[in-house]
C-alpha cells in the first residue's frame, strides 16, 4: 500500500508567515489529493482537492501544488484562525490512506 | 439541514461487537459513496471504510488494520450507513466519523468529504 508522509509533524509561525507543508506519497499518485484543515475540537474540512483545487468558500490564501509523489500545502500569510491540524489524503485507489498530519501554531 | 449523525458508540469489551449507524438527511443519499473515518484520542485521521452508492460488494473497501473484522453496509430506502464492528481491540478505540464522499465537477474524475458527522465515541476497554 502507498503511504503517505507529512512534515513537519508541527510547526510554529508568526501571523503574517508564509507557511509550507509536504505530504510525499511513496508511489506516484498523479493529482488524486486532498488537503484537510481540522481545527481543534471540530470536524475536518476540506480545503483543496485535485492537488491544487481549492474548496469554494476557502480562503485564497491556501493554495496546494505538485503531482506524482511530493505535494504542498502553503498558506501564504498565517492567520490566528489558521491554527488547526492539516491532513493530506490519497485518493487514487484504496487504501484512501491519510497523512500523518502538520500541527500549526502561531509563535 | 443536510447533515450526517452517527450513532451506536460506545464502551465495549475486547473482543465484543458493535454496530454503528449513519443517518443522512437533506440529500440524495443513494447518489453518493460514503466512507467511516476513525480518530483515536490525540491522534490523526484513519480511513477506516468505504462503499459505493448503490452499495454493491464490487466498491468495498478496508483498511487493512479492519479487514475481516468490520463490515460496511448501507440501506438507501433508510438513508443509512451501518459499519459492523467484530473482534473489537484496544486500538480500535476512536471516535467514528461517516462522510460524505463527493465526485467533484471541475476537474472531473476527483473525489473528496465534504460532509462529516460529529463522530460517535467508541471505547474498547476491559
Known amino acids: 500500500d502507498i503511504q503517505m508522509t507529512q512534515s513537519p509533524s508541527s510547526l510554529s509561525a508568526s501571523v503574517g508567515d508564509r507557511v509550507t507543508i509536504t505530504c510525499r506519497a511513496s508511489?506516484?499518485?498523479?493529482?488524486?489529493l486532498a488537503w484537510y484543515q481540522q481545527k481543534p475540537g471540530k470536524l475536518p474540512k476540506l480545503l483543496i482537492y485535485?492537488?491544487?483545487t481549492l474548496q469554494s468558500g476557502v480562503p485564497s490564501r491556501f493554495s496546494g501544488s505538485g503531482s506524482g509523489t511530493d505535494f504542498t500545502l502553503t498558506i501564504s500569510s498565517l492567520q490566528p484562525e489558521d491554527v488547526a491540524t492539516y491532513y493530506c489524503?490519497?485518493?487514487?485507489?484504496?487504501?484512501?490512506?491519510f497523512g500523518g498530519g502538520t500541527k500549526v501554531e502561531i509563535k | 439541514e443536510v447533515q450526517l449523525v452517527e450513532s451506536g458508540g460506545g464502551l465495549v469489551k475486547p473482543g465484543g461487537s458493535l454496530r454503528l449507524s449513519c443517518a443522512a438527511s437533506g440529500f440524495a443519499f443513494s447518489s453518493y459513496s460514503m466512507n467511516w473515518v476513525r480518530q483515536a484520542p490525540g491522534k490523526g485521521l484513519e480511513w477506516v471504510s468505504s462503499?459505493?452508492?448503490?452499495?454493491?460488494?464490487?466498491?468495498?473497501y478496508y483498511a487493512d488494520s479492519v479487514k475481516g473484522r468490520f463490515t460496511i453496509s448501507r440501506d438507501n430506502a433508510k438513508n443509512s450507513l451501518f459499519l459492523q464492528m467484530n473482534s473489537l481491540r484496544d486500538e480500535d478505540t476512536a471516535v467514528y466519523f461517516c462522510a460524505r464522499w463527493m465526485s467533484s465537477v471541475t476537474p472531473s474524475g476527483h473525489w473528496y468529504s465534504d460532509l462529516w458527522g460529529r463522530g460517535t465515541l467508541v471505547t474498547v476497554s476491559s
Open positions: 508511489q506516484g499518485i498523479s493529482n488524486y
Open positions: 462503499i459505493s452508492s448503490s452499495g454493491t460488494s464490487s466498491y468495498i
Open positions: 489524503q490519497k485518493y487514487n485507489s484504496a487504501p484512501l490512506t
Open positions: 485535485a492537488a491544487s
